[in-house]
């Protein structure tokens, strides 16, 4: 049994650090394989990027895309995903559907800047919904289901009086 006092690392698995200026004999002498001179023979440098003065390359690539400041985050909900929430009972289809109901339900997490409902997949219940907006083709299949759709986007509404 060993004792603690006797561990050792297994046969070359360290390496001994480089020790640096001690010495011409040592073959990292003088000035430690640092060159000469300058800002990079200094300690504690860092010029990352750094092209002499001439423009560098991260600067003289074009930009590319525009974020707006007033752009919109929705939380986008497809008609598949709510006749799927109908069917399994976690939203009742005789009730208004908001965006309470659908985080209720476990459909969307959180509302974000407002629901958007999308027209992908199948709607065969009739459902009472209230969304910030709809696309043509969700809207289109609400009401081939029998159902009404109100949306609180502020220019819909407008458009709609």
Do not use: C
């Amino acid at each position: 049994m060993t004792k603690l006092n006797e561990l050792s690392p297994r046969e070359g698995s360290t390496k001994a650090r480089m020790r640096v200026g001690r010495g011409p004999g040592s073959g990292k002498g003088k000035t430690a394989g640092r060159g000469v001179k300058g800002q990079k023979a200094r300690s504690g440098v860092s010029i990352f990027g750094f092209e002499g003065g001439q423009m560098p390359l991260h600067m003289r690539m074009p930009k590319r895309g525009f974020n707006s400041r007033n752009k919109k985050d929705f939380a986008e909900v497809n008609l598949w995903r709510i006749e799927q929430a109908v069917a399994a009972g976690k939203l009742d289809a005789k009730g208004a559907i908001d965006a309470d109901a659908l985080i209720k339900a476990g459909v969307i997490r959180r509302v974000k800047d407002g629901v958007k409902l999308l027209g992908e997949g199948e709607l065969k219940t009739k459902l009472n919904l209230t969304v910030y907006a709809a696309t043509a083709s969700a809207r289109a299949a609400v009401e081939k289901a029998g159902g009404s759709l109100t949306t609180t986007k502020p220019e819909a509404a407008a458009a709609e009086a």
